[in-house]
């Protein structure tokens, strides 16, 4: 059972227009989200991340929303540029579980100039 | 920042023979690390747990006497491959969690290549 779920494979938007990349997940114990970025054949990047008691974290382009009642989370990324093109991780985590973290399947985000 | 280093990148190793791969955490200290691996098109499947001084914790379904674990410092963990076969060819990731907060990030290495031929 996939307790972290990106239903989106793949999102191609334009260059300079907003790109939102949705997360759903199962599990309401989850406490703590996070946002990675990943090139092929490289480790993941961590982009943002958002506690369970905020409901929007902002750092630069990148923003995350999270909706506690609708288990859902997205991030946001505005303005796109070619070089956010890769694969968007989504991932939870809960307390008193040493934060190991739980996957989404990803999503591929193409920018296109 | 926090950076995470692995070594090697890439490996080609013959079927039985066994594979080391480190993480080291460079800039910080990580009680904790986790190693990941990665099929193609698929998400990140965690393997294991790294606690420093003491044993890892395997996921259901990962065999402990063929991934070795040792984590024998706050910025050194390692993965043995033992008796590697081409089934094991995949991308393992490691990942250092950096500690102090209630929130706790963990930042990934750029991942290792193991092709068994």
């Known amino acids: 059972d996939q307790q972290v779920k990106q239903n989106s494979p793949s999102l191609s938007v334009q260059e300079g227009r907003i790109s939102i990349l949705n997360c759903d997940y199962t599990n309401s114990m989850f406490d703590y989200f996070l946002w990675y970025k990943k090139y092929p054949a490289e480790g993941p990047t961590f982009l943002i991340s958002?506690?369970?008691?905020?409901d929007k974290n902002e750092d630069g382009r990148f923003t995350v929303f999270l909706n506690k009642s609708a288990k859902h989370l997205s991030l946001h990324i505005v303005p796109s540029q070619p070089g956010d093109s890769a694969v968007y991780f989504c991932?939870?985590?809960?307390?008193?579980?040493?934060?190991?973290?739980?996957f989404g399947s990803g999503t591929q985000l193409t920018v296109l100039p | 920042g926090a950076v995470v280093s692995q070594h090697p990148s890439r490996v080609i190793c013959k079927s039985g023979t066994s594979v080391k791969i480190e993480c080291r955490s460079l800039?910080?200290?990580?009680?904790?690390m986790f190693w990941y691996r990665q099929f193609p098109k698929q998400s990140l499947m965690l393997m294991a747990t790294?606690?420093?001084?003491?044993?890892?914790?395997?996921e259901q379904g990962v065999e402990k006497d063929k991934f070795l674990i040792n984590h024998a410092s706050l910025t050194l963990s390692t993965l043995t491959v033992t008796s590697a076969h081409p089934e094991d060819s995949s991308f393992y990731i490691c990942?250092?969690?950096?500690?102090?907060?209630?929130?706790?990030?963990?930042?990934f290495g750029p991942g290792t290549r193991l092709l068994v031929l």
């Open positions: 990942s250092a969690k950096r500690g102090g907060n209630f929130q706790e990030t963990q930042y």
């Open positions: 790294s606690n420093e001084g003491s044993k890892a914790t395997y």
């Open positions: 800039d910080f200290q990580a009680t904790t």
């Open positions: 958002i506690s369970s008691i905020k």
């Open positions: 991932a939870a985590s809960l307390s008193g579980s040493a934060r190991q973290l739980t």
